[in-house]
Nanobody, 127 residues
Framework: QEELVESGGGSVQDGGSLRLSCTAT???????MSWFRQFPGKEREGLAT????????RIADSVKGRFTISQGDIKNTVYLQMNNLNPYDTAVYYC?????????????????????WGQGTQVTVSS
C-alpha cells in the first residue's frame, strides 16, 4: 500500500489551472505535507507546505500568487491549486509527508526532512 496517494496531474493550456491531490494513508496523526516539483536534471523544488494539525502553511516565493495549498475534508488530504500555469511549470510534481520537526517552517523545503514521497505526477503546460 502506498503511503502517499497523488492524483490530478495532466496537460493544460498556457494560463490554465490544475488541482493536485495527495492523501497520506499511513497515519491519522498530524503531519507536515508539502508539494515539490522537479525539472529534468534539476533538484526538487519546494512549492508549498501545510501542517495538518493547525493548518499553518507556506508558499514558495516562486509560485506565490498563483499556487495555494489547502486541506481537504478527509484527514491528511491536501490539495495544491495551481492557477495561471505557464510552460515553465511543466515538471513532475511530488507530494511529501513527515512528522513535524522543530522550527519546521524555516526548513520545510528541504527534501531530506520527509520520510514519505508520492509517486509523482506529470504536469504539462502547452503554449
Amino acid at each position: 500500500q502506498e503511503e502517499l496517494v497523488e492524483s490530478g496531474g495532466g496537460s493544460v493550456q498556457d494560463g490554465g489551472s490544475l488541482r493536485l491531490s495527495c492523501t497520506a494513508t499511513y497515519t491519522d496523526g498530524d503531519i507536515v505535507m508539502s508539494w515539490f516539483r522537479q525539472f529534468p536534471g534539476k533538484e526538487r523544488e519546494g512549492l508549498a507546505t501545510i501542517y495538518t494539525g493547525d493548518g499553518l502553511d507556506r508558499i514558495a516565493d516562486s509560485v506565490k500568487g498563483r499556487f495555494t495549498i489547502s486541506q481537504g475534508d478527509i484527514k491528511n488530504t491536501v490539495y495544491l491549486q495551481m492557477n495561471n500555469l505557464n510552460p515553465y511549470d511543466t515538471a513532475v510534481y511530488y507530494c511529501a509527508a513527515g512528522s513535524r520537526w522543530p522550527r519546521w517552517v524555516a526548513s520545510w523545503s528541504g527534501v531530506g526532512r520527509y520520510k514519505y514521497w508520492g509517486q509523482g505526477t506529470q504536469v504539462t503546460v502547452s503554449s
